[in-house]
C-alpha cells in the first residue's frame, strides 16, 4: 500500500453553481455540486492519477507544504490536505 498526502484549493463557482477543486503541485482539477461531493471527488481523483503513475511508472510532482499553498491561495479558497491510498488490487487493469 502507497498513501498519497496533497493539498487542495476549494473553492465556490458561483457563475455554474459548484465548488471546484484543483491540486496545484499535479495541475489537475475536479468538481462537485455541494463541498462534500467534491472533497469525495478530490479523494478518489487523486486515487485514480496515483494509480496510474504506479502502472505506467510516470514521473510527478512531490506535495507542497500546507503552509506553502496557504501563503499563496487566495484568501476565499479553502486548503484542505487530501489522502488517498492506492493498494496492491487497484493496480490491476
Known amino acids: 500500500m502507497q498513501g498519497y498526502l496533497y493539498p487542495a484549493l476549494f ?9 471546484r477543486v484543483y491540486f496545484p503541485d499535479i ?4 468538481e462537485g455540486a455541494v463541498m462534500e461531493e467534491a472533497f469525495l471527488y478530490a479523494k ?3 486515487k485514480a492519477y496515483f494509480v496510474k503513475v ?5 514521473d510527478f510532482n512531490l506535495p507542497s507544504s500546507f503552509e506553502q499553498v496557504k501563503a499563496t491561495a487566495p484568501k476565499d479558497f479553502n486548503i484542505m490536505l487530501i489522502y488517498a ?9
Open 54 to 58: 504506479q502502472q505506467y511508472d510516470f
Open 11 to 19: 473553492y465556490k463557482d458561483n457563475e455554474e453553481n459548484l465548488y
Open 85 to 93: 491510498e492506492v493498494n496492491k488490487k487497484d493496480l490491476k487493469d
Open 44 to 46: 478518489e481523483f487523486l
Open 27 to 30: 495541475e489537475l482539477s475536479t
